[in-house]
């Protein structure tokens, strides 16, 4: 996929106009990329749009206006992009009562440090890779918010319309699994051409 360029981020003023009407089609395209397993997990996977918007908003909140900063940003998201024959998602851990999010958080360490979310493409299996730096085994600490890459093989690259594709936890303390709508793979199969 390719990267976002500096260019094009619009500035506040620019931005300001087509605000609304751009925050109505994200939420149209993310729902077709928006996956929910188990009880706390969701997926959301990323590409050009996600992005781009999620730069607008930060420039937007942050009244950010220098060029060099601008450019700060979009080399910074860029990196949720996926890369050639893969898939990108940001995981949130989503806990609705605020006094279960320390006991869910702590019943789920390790979801990003071991082989616990998978992709399945037919009988392909994909482990997540998930960006390091949001979680701390040794002190108990698991962020809500992680990154994670499925790097598919050809073979599954290939048969990623046709198959069964499902989302996998297998947690010791969540097990759950989603199969993809044809919306959503239809959605994830531009992101790996």
Not at 166 to 187: F, G, I, Q
């Amino acid at each position: 996929m390719r990267q976002l360029e500096t260019s094009e981020i619009l500035n506040l003023v620019e931005y300001e106009k087509v605000r609304d009407a751009r925050r109505r089609e994200l939420i149209e395209l993310k729902k077709r990329r928006r996956v929910s397993v188990g009880r706390y997990l969701t997926f959301v996977f990323e590409n050009r749009e996600t992005v781009w918007f999620q730069i607008q908003e930060m420039v937007r909140a942050e009244r950010i206006v220098d060029e060099a900063k601008i450019a700060e940003e979009v080399g910074v998201y860029n990196t949720l992009l996926p890369g050639p024959g893969e898939l990108a998602a940001t995981m949130l851990i989503e806990i609705s009562e605020a006094l279960q999010i320390k006991p869910v958080l702590d019943k789920l360490l390790g979801i990003d440090t071991r082989d616990y979310v998978r992709l399945t493409v037919g009988p392909h299996v994909v482990v997540g890779d998930f960006e390091t730096g949001h979680s701390d085994e040794e002190r108990g600490k698991l962020a809500a918010v992680h990154f994670a890459r499925f790097k598919l093989p050809p073979e599954a690259r290939r048969t990623f319309r046709d198959a069964e594709v499902t989302l996998v936890v297998e947690h010791p303390n969540e097990r759950a699994r989603t199969v993809l709508s044809d919306a959503t793979k239809r959605a994830l199969l531009h992101d790996l051409l």
